[in-house]
């Protein structure tokens, strides 16, 4: 359903907004090309989702038909399956390396393991990888100093079909809600729109670019029109989109007569985008087209070959099942038995895990070592603390937010009682929740995800 929906979405935002004759580009033109995704989530091999070495072959076609591309990576590209998880990662970096990504911009899943961890992909030392383009993060600052962060960039200028293209990364002002607050804590998120109009300002005027974008990790109408309408000296001639992994292809008129291209791709590489922006001969952008395609209408580029090798032990053990579920298991259903694993193993009185936290369903049939990090993406640790029954009373009125284990029932809490609590990191500091773990002590376990592992494999063993 979802992918016939997709070509839906597809068709009609090819003819609505381009199907007419006066948007075709010609074949002689002289163009900047553009190519994006977003919100890959790890999916670096082909399995249920196309792998990278689908997108090569997309990127072969693409610039066959047209010439070079400036290739985008628009945030929250690591996080997400078994392979990239295990290596924080690598796998990712070296793809993008492979296909010759032009920049990457940092998004609210990049902090999932702390910054630190991909920070050594800019830290210059080849032993442990080295991403060969930069990361921008123009409105990401240190809290405490309001310093930018010293390995990523504002802005990338590339040079493309003779053109200079100035490239603005931000990140939404409003996603630190999306990230666990300790990973988040050092680091501030600045309104994007003076910073934009700033940096656009000096692209054009200091950098001499001809064309500048905006690749934002975040969609918001209203900041969408405020970039497409800033003023002449800072205009933006196109305005790439992720998070909300929503198939884009839409428009921003702007006053001078050109529709600004607004773009954003479905996650997990089930699409993946170009805009290609016709100039004139004042280097001015006169149109451009969208395009969208789906990875999976193709093969693998055997350029990827020697790369899928070396994680290939990892993808065949991310393939090892480790159980069987003879019916559909969703998101809800999985939550709760998540919770019912934690109090079996800790003895706890409550568990509580956050709905959030769970990414996907299991479907009838094997269940794999990788489809257990498709549901949980993040690695959430286990954290065991006392609470008193008023403070679990708080919790529970959370309960739209939260799985509890099955046999909890908020309305046998008894004020007077202390009651041992297991819950997950993200659930004891998150803002929603912080004031029901006021004064109490914490001790971390496990990861979340082992704990529903083990439960699996041992309900499989008996």
Same mark, same amino acid.
């Given at each position: 359903?979802?992918?016939? =929906?997709? @070509? ?12 007419? #004759? ?5 074949? #002689?033109?002289?163009?900047v090309n553009l190519f994006t995704i977003n919100d890959t989530h790890g999916a670096f091999v082909s399995d249920d989702y196309p792998g990278m070495e689908n997108v090569a072959s997309v990127i072969k076609k693409l610039e066959t038909n047209y010439g070079r591309f400036i290739k985008i990576a628009n945030g929250d590209i690591f996080q997400g399956s078994y392979v990239s998880n295990i290596h924080f990662g690598l796998p990712l970096v070296e793809a ?9 911009? +940092? ?18 030392? &080849? ?8 990361? =921008?993060? !123009? ?17 990338? +200028? ?9 490239? +603005?990364?931000?990140?939404? /002002? ?6 666990? /607050? ?45 970039? !497409? ?29 050109? /529709?600004? &291209?607004?773009?954003?791709?479905? #996650?997990?590489?089930? /699409?993946?985008?170009?805009?290609? +922006? ?16 789906? &990875? ?11 790369? =899928? ?43 509580? @895990? ?7 369903? =299991?479907?009838?049939?094997p269940i794999r070592i990788k489809d257990v990090f498709e549901v949980y993406p993040f690695d959430n640790r286990v954290v065991l603390t006392e609470v008193s029954g008023s403070q679990l009373t708080g919790l529970a009125s959370q309960s739209g937010y939260l799985y509890a284990h099955p046999a909890f029932s908020s309305l046998e809490i008894d004020s007077n009682k202390t009651y041992r609590i297991a819950t997950i990191d993200y659930v004891y500091t ?33």
């Amino acid at each position: 359903m979802k992918k016939a =929906l997709n @070509i839906l979405l597809i068709l009609l935002g090819f003819f609505f907004f381009f199907g007419c #004759d006066e948007h075709a580009i010609p074949e #002689d033109a002289n163009t900047v090309n553009l190519f994006t995704i977003n919100d890959t989530h790890g999916a670096f091999v082909s399995d249920d989702y196309p792998g990278m070495e689908n997108v090569a072959s997309v990127i072969k076609k693409l610039e066959t038909n047209y010439g070079r591309f400036i290739k985008i990576a628009n945030g929250d590209i690591f996080q997400g399956s078994y392979v990239s998880n295990i290596h924080f990662g690598l796998p990712l970096v070296e793809a993008l390396n492979l296909l010759e990504f032009d920049c990457f911009v +940092i998004g609210n899943h990049e902090f999932d393991w702390g910054l630190d961890k991909i920070a050594q992909y800019k830290d210059g030392n &080849p032993d442990n990888g080295e991403a060969n383009f930069p990361f =921008l993060a !123009a409105n990401i600052v240190y809290k405490e100093t309001g310093e930018r962060i010293p390995w990523t960039e504002d802005y990338a +200028i590339i040079e493309n079909n003779g053109y200079r293209v100035g490239i +603005i990364g931000i990140i939404g /002002s409003g996603l630190k809600n999306s990230i666990a /607050s300790a990973m988040v804590a050092d680091y501030e998120f600045l309104d994007t729109k003076p910073i934009v109009e700033e940096l656009a300002y000096e692209l054009r005027n200091e950098e001499n670019c001809d064309a500048v974008v905006v690749a934002a990790h975040d969609y918001q109408n209203f900041e969408i029109r405020y970039f !497409a309408n800033l003023p002449h000296e800072s205009r933006i001639d196109a305005i790439i989109t992720g998070h909300t992994h929503r198939l884009v292809a839409d428009a921003e008129e702007r006053d001078d007569g050109y /529709s600004v &291209p607004v773009i954003q791709c479905d #996650d997990k590489n089930e /699409s993946v985008g170009a805009v290609i +922006i016709e100039m004139d001969e004042a280097k001015n952008p006169v149109n451009a087209k969208i395009i969208h395609e789906r &990875p999976s209408d193709y093969h693998g580029d055997k350029r990827m070959s020697a790369l =899928l090798d070396k994680y290939r032990a990892d993808i065949e053990e991310g393939n090892r099942s480790i159980g069987y579920t003879p019916e559909y298991l969703s998101e809800g259903r999985i939550g709760r038995e998540t919770a019912k694993a934690m109090h079996e193993k800790y003895g706890v009185d409550v568990a509580f @895990i956050n709905t959030g936290g769970v990414r996907e369903s =299991l479907k009838t049939g094997p269940i794999r070592i990788k489809d257990v990090f498709e549901v949980y993406p993040f690695d959430n640790r286990v954290v065991l603390t006392e609470v008193s029954g008023s403070q679990l009373t708080g919790l529970a009125s959370q309960s739209g937010y939260l799985y509890a284990h099955p046999a909890f029932s908020s309305l046998e809490i008894d004020s007077n009682k202390t009651y041992r609590i297991a819950t997950i990191d993200y659930v004891y500091t998150g803002s929603r929740y912080r004031p029901y773990f006021r004064n109490t002590i914490r001790e971390d376990r496990e990861l979340m995800r082992n704990v529903f592992i083990e439960y699996i494999e041992d309900f499989y063993q008996k």
